[in-house]
């Protein structure tokens, strides 16, 4: 059994909560490359294909006031385009293919790794910004619920 410094199990370290702003931005972001809350990594973060859900369904997390806008699109591209340029590349320097191998394959590629991505990257960035504490997560408590500040009033 694998322990950290402090004692605790490593296993259980994982799958435990995490708290909106905690800084814990690595396992956030793995749990939106999964496509799940990134509040507890159960719940399911997309209620279809690129539609945030509002609140995770496991742990009841708000997830509705994130802001990802171009850059899960701008991730997407970025990966697609090293991996099929880089494809391109190598078939043409080492195998050289007949142009309708090139026509046939290379834009089909293109299109499904963009649509095969594109979830996860969205997650990833919901992930990293309910980590940082980013657009209105930071207001939220650890299941979504509002907390009261010292005069008792609501965020």
Request: with cysteine.
């Amino acid at each position: 059994m694998m322990q950290d410094r402090n004692g605790e199990r490593v296993d259980n370290r994982i799958s435990r909560n995490l708290a909106p702003g905690s800084g814990d931005w690595k396992s956030a972001v793995m749990r939106g490359l999964r496509c799940r809350c990134p509040a507890c990594g159960e719940g399911h973060a997309f209620s279809s294909y690129l539609k945030v859900s509002p609140a995770c369904d496991a742990c009841g997390q708000e997830l509705h006031h994130h802001c990802a806008d171009d850059f899960p699109p701008y991730l997407t591209i970025f990966v697609v385009g090293k991996i099929v340029g880089t494809g391109i590349y190598i078939c043409e320097m080492h195998y050289e293919p007949a142009l309708w191998f090139h026509v046939a394959t290379w834009p089909l590629l293109t299109v499904a790794l963009s649509l095969a991505l594109l979830p996860p990257m969205k997650g990833a960035v919901v992930g990293l910004q309910y980590a940082l504490g980013m657009h209105g997560f930071g207001e939220a408590g650890p299941a979504g619920r509002n907390q009261k500040d010292e005069r008792g009033n609501t965020a």
